[in-house]
């Protein structure tokens, strides 16, 4: 698996886009890019993944460089509840082809901290 | 639906006393996963059950034992708690099929004296 690399901690103003960076130059052409996010002493959940295109769900973007070496997670208006820490995963998809469950390596990840 | 659930939520043990820490699913997912996470660490795998009937080690299995009771519960058991274990325990679970979307519970917080 890629390596990633995220800075230790981010602030933001609450109502203004959070933007999370996370390097990960080591990428293979099959390996997803992966963000959770992990609430005070809470399990983690999972945001969003993407391959190469940009996504978007209801909880953030997925902005992958061309090149794929870097990524930046964008919580469009963030809010006191989105202070986490939030992990960056770069793994191949498994499943069905492999028949392997998916490990997933958690690193130290960003302290975004979501101020008033 | 209540998701991943685990029991106890907190437990202190004596150095060399065992326990087991148990986790449920309802999500009908085949592979099931058990982390620790030690204070201001991320999470590492300790181990993990693929589907029913099979399990695999993680990166720091050591002191540890797992049962896939059936698809629904993985069980982990200490046969003889070390101080070093104290940490926060998180099961998880995928579908077989998932992109490595894993849905958490809520951990166990372990201390053992």
């Known amino acids: 698996d890629a390596k990633t690399t995220q800075p230790p901690s981010m602030d933001c103003a609450e109502g203004r886009a959070a933007n999370l960076p996370c390097n990960h130059s080591t990428i293979s052409g099959n390996e997803y890019v992966y963000w959770y996010r992990q609430i005070h002493s809470q399990g983690p959940q999972y945001i969003i993944h993407?391959?190469?295109n940009n996504e978007t769900n209801e909880m953030a973007s997925l902005i992958i460089t061309e090149d794929r070496k870097s990524s930046t997670l964008i919580l469009p208006h963030a809010t006191l509840r989105d202070t986490a820490v939030y992990y960056c995963i770069v793994r191949v998809a498994g499943g069905v082809d492999t028949g392997t469950a998916s490990k997933l390596t958690f690193g130290t990840g960003t302290r975004l901290q979501v101020t008033l | 639906n209540a998701g991943v659930t685990q029991t106890p939520k907190f437990q202190v043990l004596k150095t060399g006393q065992s326990m087991t820490l148990q986790c449920a699913q309802d999500?009908?997912?085949?592979?099931m996963y058990w982390y620790r996470q030690d204070p201001g660490m991320g999470l590492r795998l300790i181990y993990y059950s693929a589907s029913e009937g099979t399990t695999d080690k993680g990166e720091v299995p050591n002191g540890y034992n797992v049962s896939r009771l059936n698809k629904r519960e993985f069980s982990l058991r200490l046969e003889s708690a070390a101080p070093s274990q104290t940490s926060v325990y998180f099961c998880?679970?995928?579908?077989?099929?998932?992109?490595?979307?894993?849905?958490f519970g809520p951990g166990t917080r372990l201390t053992v004296l």
């Open positions: 999500m009908n997912h085949n592979s």
């Open positions: 993407g391959l190469k």
């Open positions: 998880a679970s995928s579908t077989r099929t998932g992109y490595n979307e894993q849905f």
